[in-house]
């Protein structure tokens, strides 16, 4: 295998990583604050559609990043208001996010360009190499990215920090362990699981904001593509942890890129093997490991008291 | 001097229940306070009012000279005010650090450092005399009277002028009961008030200054510790005495309905939940089980029900020796079960009343049948509603919309439906007004008539020493010998201190 | 209402004229014959789909994979329906859409053994599952069941003899929504007419009370969600023995996640889904000529779906409030 190969297969799978990253981190942010959320692929899709749309109109993609980055906090808290202030099932709830999604985006996308949406593309978010780093082989690729591929490898310590090394950070744990516990010493249980919910749809469509305005350099009608949920299973195969979520997501970009370079690599497999590796691999690390281990204790429950 | 917390006139209602009503009380720094009270009589409400865990619906709370109102804990908390609850708060993922650093933590501090917490919480803890252990180990591992240690110096972080404990004792041996004291007393005089719920007359006898007693929600009576005793208290928590009705003769020559040989229950750490147990019960007689909570009760219980299996030892029914440990087997086998939780473990809340009145396999399958038959399923409930005045008689009515009382009628006629050879009810008037109570007692001696075995597991000695046959008690997973009529209620007590485990 | 009038204001935003585009959708809807016979054809699978919905939610299973059971099931069917049918051709049907119970019900089975099992939420599997289906659907159009001229990624067409009976002739309207409807007066008879069904609504409200009464706890579960499993693989299978007549890459426009719409407004009563199903269905069809007639775009149906799932939960939650009081 020549090394072009595998710096090739490296520059995918980091470019795979960055939106599963972007939407692994704000999962397990808002897991750990006890919330499931199965409204990240809507959250995604959204983030890509508004980032596109709106540097297309503005001629900024920085811009068209921010909007993106504000209009999925803002899809946090409706489904906080849904999950969090309604103690409305998460599950339903968050797959009614994703329908939503589906449907606006479509309309809007329709709306806006027309039916046929030719040549929607525009130039996309410039890569910003680091001189004497980026030309190295193989690990080349990690630092020849654009400012969005840096942010999420840097927003994953960031996080990691926030959560294990903060006073914050240990009251969005213990809310998601215990929100009884919580609330008796003082911690503001809704509020908390609320804010994790808005920066986890702030951080889900930074991650659809990387597909449109970053890798597609266009937006195309459902294209998260089942990311959000490659995400969901992230968070678990990474345990729940900041640097295993790192792991994870370059894990499962990697098993992506490998679609596009499998047959240079001389693999006799199906196309559509490698689309399943990473839900076949999630199955298989749950029955491993059992269900729940690693999980926060009040996952999934609503908090009432 | 002026009270540093009184209430007036205080009120909390739930649906059809008047949790409190016109509740006054005031507690002075530097006393330690009881709150006395049976199960249900509003203490726990009363303390989740004062904590901000609860809003009142009416009354004044006035808080060191000042009206107040605790929208939150946080506010009872930056008040200073501290409560200990009787379930634990405490996050058994986290450490003990992890647990303390909210509360400890200094003002404007957003780091989490776990060596400084760790050094206050030693500081604090060491100033009242408790001893927490590694401060780095996981909570979840630890045992309760370390739990509680933890939760008291949580409680008493930054500058806690009242502390509140609810039901401490409960959970505690005899030893960390007087350890506890100890602290109580340290922090006495040290110009702290303390809030002591409690529903024990010996642990007010001889911690309290002062003692509010509680009835139905209301003060009756509020008394300085040396102007009483414990005759007096008593009569004050439980009003005025249902009669005592001991029962028959228990028969002796009834065949051994339930019998234990040699029953252990091992736990994965720690000594057995049960340890080898042995008793006998007779058709038509019932065989006390007392004991403070937790020293197997629910685990006796579990065997029986058929929700754990024994590690090894014999439990017989009727004669013949149980194989599978699976509640479908047990009931089969002819036990029937009053449970401790009725809304977690006795009813399925969502569904109606007349769903609930058959909700059982031997009940819902006539004769094996895979099908319902809806009408005679509905004909047996109403009966079982009418037989019990279970109120209101809607059949259709969500079994959670019932009160207590009538869901424990509905629980008791249900288990009595069965016909059952072993009858084991695990506190079966906990929280039930005195009607209700009757009517679960009237019901277990209905079905000692039909000649069923029943076991009475509770905490409340009163209850068991005025109904059962024969009382053993329960220390720490281990059976005493049975005592027989009539009991010796000094011994019994030094018994459930462990005077005489087996 | 709510749902209605943020539909309305969703046309507004995108472009339409509400009462012009209500009107298309009514007249798309019900204006003529044919459409009726579209709407069944499009509340058929709607209809299975949301009673394996309804069903597995009753018992507490939170299935989210009736879409990849769904595959499994248009999988079976077309596979049998692509062989040769031989003497018995007359039992080719019935043996698709067995067949592709048994698929729909298998896939599920293993969300239910992972859970029983390995303690694994049937959340994630089910999701999981979905996407894997979704791949081996296309592996299959891509190869072993690509069609003999090897053209398009679609399989051949099933035999003659696989194929659903029409219901009228000129209408596309076919049989399957006799079995759909039978299949909800079954599901409703399973859940209040028989102890299995009462064990798995007691199971799915309160599994520790439902224990210590003696019912069987992970039986039900287990057969629930494999009966979950096997109503939504029926609801592939009759899509393709009675609509497609073929398989290819997005089959199903996320019939396993409206389901999830149509169970719910149903309130998981087998009746209520057979309504609900129904204005789903109708909404779809409407969507398109609404699309033709007044240019809205028919993607709105789903963000309808949306608001109508999202409505519902608002709505629990104040009765449940109202129950408090």
């Given at each position: 295998m020549s090394a072009d190969l595998l710096t090739a297969l490296a520059a995918s799978a980091i470019t795979m990583a960055v939106p599963l990253l972007f939407a692994a981190l704000g999962e397990l942010i808002a897991e750990r604050s006890g919330v499931l959320n199965i409204g990240l692929e809507g959250m995604m899709l959204t983030g890509a559609f508004a980032a596109l749309a709106v540097s297309l109109l503005s001629g900024s993609v920085a811009l068209g990043v921010g909007i993106a980055v504000l209009t999925g906090a803002g899809l946090g808290a409706v489904l906080a208001w849904f999950v969090?202030?309604?103690?409305?099932n998460q599950v339903v709830a968050g797959t009614a996010l994703n329908l939503l999604a589906a449907g606006l985006t479509g309309v809007a996308y329709r709306a806006v360009f027309?039916?046929?949406?030719?040549?929607?593309t525009i130039s996309g978010a410039a890569a910003a190499p680091i001189p004497g780093l980026?030309?190295?082989?193989?690990?080349g690729p990690f630092f020849d990215q654009n400012l969005l591929g840096y942010a999420a490898f840097l927003l994953a310590p960031v996080i990691g920090f926030a959560l294990w090394r903060t006073l914050p950070g240990l009251q969005l744990r213990m809310v998601g362990e215990n929100p009884y516990a919580a609330e008796t010493q003082g911690v503001a249980v809704r509020s908390v699981r609320t804010a994790a919910l808005i920066g986890c749809g702030a951080l889900a469509a930074a991650g659809g904001a990387y597909l449109s305005v970053?890798?597609?350099?266009t937006f195309v009608e459902g294209m998260s593509a089942g990311r959000g949920f490659i995400a969901l299973a992230i968070v678990i195969v990474g345990r729940r942890t900041a640097s295993g979520t790192v792991l994870a997501a370059l894990f499962f970009g990697f098993a992506t890129a490998l679609q596009f370079h499998f047959q240079a690599l001389g693999l006799h497999v199906p196309f559509q093997f490698f689309l399943v590796l990473p839900y076949a691999l999630t199955l298989l690390v749950l029955a491993g490991f059992a269900?729940?281990?690693?999980?926060?204790?009040?996952?999934g429950q609503p908090y009432e008291r | 001097m002026a009270p540093l917390l009184s209430l007036h006139s205080v009120a909390k209602r739930f649906g059809a229940l008047q949790?409190?009503?016109a509740v006054t009380l005031d507690v002075a720094a530097g006393e330690i306070q009881a709150v006395l009270g049976e199960n249900g009589a509003g203490k726990s409400t009363l303390m989740k009012v004062i904590y901000g865990l609860q809003t009142p619906d009416a009354g004044a709370i006035t808080w060191d000279g000042k009206r107040v109102r605790f929208a939150s804990a946080l506010d009872a908390r930056r008040a200073g005010i501290g409560m200990v609850h009787q379930e634990f708060a405490l996050?058994?993922?986290?450490?003990v650090a992890e647990n303390l650093a909210l509360s400890l933590a200094?003002?404007?501090?957003?780091r989490w450092r776990p060596a400084e917490v760790q050094l206050a919480a030693r500081q604090l803890a060491d100033d009242v005399g408790l001893q927490l252990g590694?401060?780095?180990?996981?909570?979840?591992?630890?045992p309760v009277g370390t739990r509680q240690r933890i939760e008291i110096v949580k409680a008493l972080?930054?500058?806690?002028r009242l502390l509140i404990l609810d039901e401490?004792?409960?959970?505690?041996?005899p030893d960390e009961v007087a350890q506890l004291f100890t602290v109580l007393d340290r922090l006495r005089r040290a110009g702290t008030a303390v809030l002591f719920i409690t529903h024990k007359l010996g642990e007010v006898m001889a911690i309290a200054d002062r003692i509010t007693v509680m009835r139905r929600g209301r003060v009756v009576a509020r008394v300085a510790?040396?102007?009483?005793d414990e005759a007096e208290l008593a009569r004050l928590m439980v009003g005025?005495?249902?009669?005592?009705?001991p029962p028959g003769e228990a028969p002796?020559?009834?065949?051994?309905?339930l019998e234990l040989d040699a029953v252990t229950v091992a736990h994965?750490?720690?000594?057995?939940?049960?340890?080898?147990l042995a008793l006998q019960v007779r058709g038509g007689e019932m065989l006390g089980i007392a004991g403070v909570?937790?020293?197997?009760q629910f685990e006796l219980f579990e065997l029986l029900a058929g929700l754990r299996p024994p590690t090894s030892g014999i439990v017989r029914i009727g004669g013949a020796p149980v194989t599978v440990f699976e509640p479908a087997a047990l009931l089969a086998a002819g036990v029937a079960c009053i449970p401790p939780d009725r809304q977690r473990e006795g009813v399925?809340?969502?569904?109606s009343v007349a769903d609930n009145a058959v909700l059982n396999v031997r009940l819902l399958?006539?004769?094996?049948?895979?099908?319902?038959?809806p009408s005679a399923l509905r004909a047996d409930a109403a009966r079982m509603v009418a037989a019990y005045a279970i109120?209101?008689?809607?059949?259709?009515?969500?079994?959670?919309?019932?009160s207590g009382g009538n869901l424990q009628k509905l629980i008791v006629a249900r288990a009595l439906a069965l016909a059952p050879r072993v009858l084991v009810a695990v506190?079966?008037?906990?929280?039930?007004?005195l009607a209700a109570a009757q009517a679960v007692y009237a019901a277990l001696d209905a079905a000692l008539a039909r000649g069923a075995a029943v076991l009475l597991i509770s905490t409340e000695l009163d209850e068991i020493v005025a109904r059962a046959h024969r009382v053993a008690v329960l220390y720490r997973g281990r059976l005493s010998a049975p005592l027989t009529r009539p009991f010796p209620l000094a011994r019994l007590g030094a018994m459930l201190a462990g005077s005489e485990a087996a | 209402m709510v749902a209605l009038a943020s539909g309305a204001l969703l046309i507004v935003i995108a472009g339409g004229s509400p009462t012009a585009a209500l009107t298309a959708l009514l007249n798309g809807a019900f204006g003529s014959a044919d459409a009726w016979s579209e709407v069944g054809v499009r509340t058929c699978p709607l209809l299975l789909a949301g009673l394996a919905v309804a069903l597995a939610f009753r018992a507490g299973?939170?299935?989210?994979?009736a879409d990849g059971q769904l595959l499994v099931g248009a999988i079976m069917a077309t596979w049998i329906g692509t062989r040769a049918g031989g003497?018995?051709?007359?039992?080719m049907l019935p043996f698709a859409l067995v067949a592709a119970a048994l698929g729909g019900a298998l896939w599920a089975g293993i969300a239910g053994v992972l859970r029983t099992a390995?303690?694994?939420?049937e959340v994630i599997s089910t999701i999981m599952l979905n996407f894997i289906a979704l791949g081996l659907l296309g592996w299959l159009v891509h190869g072993?069941?690509?069609?003999?001229?090897?053209?398009?990624p679609q399989s051949d067409p099933i035999a003659l003899a696989a194929r659903l009976p029409r219901?009228?002739?000129?209408?596309?309207?076919?049989a399957g929504i006799i079995v759909a409807v039978l299949a909800a007066l079954a599901v409703a008879l399973l859940l209040f007419r028989t102890v299995l069904g009462f064990e798995m609504r007691a199971v799915g409200l309160n599994p520790l009370a439902a224990r210590l009464a003696g019912l069987r706890t992970t039986g039900a579960l287990l057969r629930a969600l494999a009966l979950s499993g096997a109503l939504a693989g029926l609801a592939g299978g009759i899509e393709v023995c009675g609509v497609t007549y073929r398989l290819y890459d997005?089959?199903?426009?996320g019939y396993g996640y409206t389901a999830i719409a149509v169970a719910l407004l149903g309130r998981l009563h087998p009746l209520g889904v057979v309504a609900a199903a129904l204005f789903f269905g109708a909404l779809d069809v409407g969507s398109l000529a609404m699309q033709r007639a007044?240019?809205?775009?028919?993607?709105l149906v789903s963000a309808l779906q949306a608001i109508v799932i999202f409505t519902l939960l608002a709505l629990e939650r104040r009765r449940r409030v109202v129950a408090n009081a």
């Open positions: 969090v202030a309604l103690n409305a027309g039916v046929t949406g030719a040549a929607l980026a030309e190295v082989p193989v690990l970053a890798y597609a350099n269900g729940r281990v690693g999980a926060p204790a009040a996952l | 949790a409190l009503s996050v058994d993922a986290l450490s200094r003002p404007g501090e957003w590694d401060l780095s180990a996981p909570v979840g591992g630890l972080a930054g500058h806690t401490p004792t409960a959970v505690l041996t510790r040396h102007a009483v005025p005495l249902a009669a005592d009705n002796q020559d009834a065949t051994v309905q994965s750490y720690g000594p057995p939940r049960l340890d080898r909570d937790g020293n197997g399925v809340g969502a569904m399958r006539r004769a094996g049948a895979r099908l319902l038959h109120k209101p008689g809607d059949l259709d009515a969500p079994a959670r919309s019932l506190n079966p008037t906990r929280g039930l007004d | 299973i939170w299935n989210i994979g003497d018995a051709a007359w039992l390995r303690g694994v939420d072993p069941l690509m069609e003999a001229a090897a053209t398009y219901l009228f002739s000129g209408y596309r309207l076919h997005n089959f199903s426009p007044a240019g809205v775009s028919s993607v």
